[in-house]
């Protein structure tokens, strides 16, 4: 009897852990690396804390790309990764304005380091910065670029 009760939580545990699984499958945000931000123009502008771009880091969002101003450097990504999915898939409804993009891939794992999410909270004009696959408690640290993005955001369009 003894026996029968321990394979009978044996398998309620994998069927548990079968449905995470699925379950996380599902949820799976599906991104496309796109070639440039054309598509994307209602994006467009100079994004800075509190949308004064005085201040640093700036982000800057043009038809060829993105630039990130941090201090003296800049990087500039021209090939982000467009979250389409992030809503809910093309069959789904969300007709929000909120646009989700992943500029930086990890370079050791697949994955994305940070996440960027403009017209946050439906409010136009908001950017939000946050990590993703990084700096989060236990995980790898945000690479010091990332670590300064995210501690800017949230962003405005500059005034």
């Given amino acids: 009897m003894l026996e029968v009760l321990r394979m009978q939580r044996l398998k309620s ?3 548990i852990s079968a449905l995470w699984l699925l379950a996380g499958a599902c949820l799976q945000v599906q991104a496309v690396e796109i070639s440039d ?3 994307f123009s209602d994006l467009h502008g100079r994004y800075a804390p509190a ?3 005085k201040r640093q880091p700036r982000i800057v969002i043009d038809a060829g790309g993105m630039t990130f101003e941090v201090a003296t450097a800049r990087t500039r990504v021209t090939n982000p990764e467009f979250a389409a999915s992030f809503f809910g898939g093309a ?3 969300y007709e929000g304005i909120s646009r989700v993009f992943f500029p ?3 370079k050791q794992a697949d994955g994305y380091p940070i996440i960027m999410m403009f017209n946050a909270d439906e409010k136009k004009g908001i950017l939000t910065v946050a990590g993703q696959d990084e700096g989060w408690k236990g995980g790898p640290p945000l ?3 990332n ?3 995210v501690a800017g955001s949230p962003y405005s369009r500059c005034r």
């Fill in 147 to 149: 670590k300064a993005l």
């Fill in 104 to 106: 930086f891939r990890n």
């Fill in 91 to 93: 069959s789904d409804s």
């Fill in 143 to 145: 690479t010091p670029l």
């Fill in 51 to 53: 949308g004064d771009c």
């Fill in 13 to 15: 545990v994998w069927g």
């Fill in 37 to 39: 931000m054309k598509d």
